[in-house]
């Protein structure tokens, strides 16, 4: 099971007049309604509900997209989790603790780049991360990069992972990070 962790804190209100949503193309990125998150996912991607995941991601996992381009030895893929914090814990900690959990856990584990974005808990903008990092669950594996953002609402905590074999040609991961960049609560 893969887990991964952000942060994210309130911007205070002086800062909030010119945030907007991050939306990106309707023609490349279709939208995802669940009723605690909504995505946006490359239209090519198919979707994988809750009851269609079976054991290929966590049991967290609340929905899966996959690219309709196999690859070789990985397949692109956008998955998001849900899981039970501790009630009102903030998204820092809790990426926090994801984060030392996936170090732990992830062989090979190399963070690349961390940055702070802004998404939107229930219309309010937060600041959380979007880390990229490169890892093997096994260490015969082949090395695969991940990007991963985090969010929290009262006792529940989501994770919006992007996972990618970095050296296929086919590599569409600026469309998958674009994708998490769109992730939000409701």
Same mark, same amino acid.
């Given at each position: ?11 205070? =209100?002086?800062? $909030?007049? !010119?945030?907007?949503? /991050? ?11 669940? %009723? ?6 490359? #239209?090519?991607? =198919? $979707? ?24 070789? /030895? /990985? ?13 009102? +814990? ?7 603790? *994801?984060?030392? !959990?996936?170090?732990?856990?992830? !062989?090979?584990? %190399? =963070? +690349?780049?961390?940055? %702070? #974005? $802004? ?13 990229? /990092?490169?890892?093997?669950? =096994? ?7 991940? #990007? ?6 009262? %006792? ?13 040609? !086919? @590599?569409?991961?600026?469309?998958? *990070?674009?994708? +998490?960049? $769109?992730?939000? @609560?409701?």
């Amino acid at each position: 099971m893969l887990i991964l962790i952000g942060c994210s804190k309130v911007i205070p =209100e002086s800062n $909030t007049n !010119n945030i907007t949503e /991050f939306i990106l193309p309707s023609d490349q990125f279709a939208f995802f309604e669940h %009723t605690d998150f909504r995505i946006q996912y490359p #239209v090519s991607f =198919e $979707t994988l509900k809750q009851n269609q995941l079976e054991t290929k991601f966590s049991n967290d996992a609340q929905v899966a997209f996959v690219s309709n381009l196999k690859s070789a /030895f /990985f397949t692109s893929n956008i998955v998001v989790e849900k899981i039970k914090v501790a009630p009102n +814990l903030t998204s820092t900690l809790f990426a926090e603790s *994801i984060i030392e !959990n996936n170090k732990k856990q992830l !062989n090979t584990y %190399t =963070e +690349l780049d961390r940055k %702070t #974005v $802004t998404s939107f808990v229930n219309g309010s903008p937060v600041t959380t991360i979007l880390i990229r /990092f490169t890892a093997r669950l =096994e260490l015969s594996s082949d090395l695969v990069e991940y #990007v991963q953002t985090y969010l929290t609402d009262g %006792t529940n905590g989501y994770v919006a992972t992007a996972a990618y074999d970095p050296v296929d040609p !086919n @590599l569409e991961a600026e469309k998958l *990070i674009d994708s +998490l960049k $769109t992730f939000i @609560l409701k």
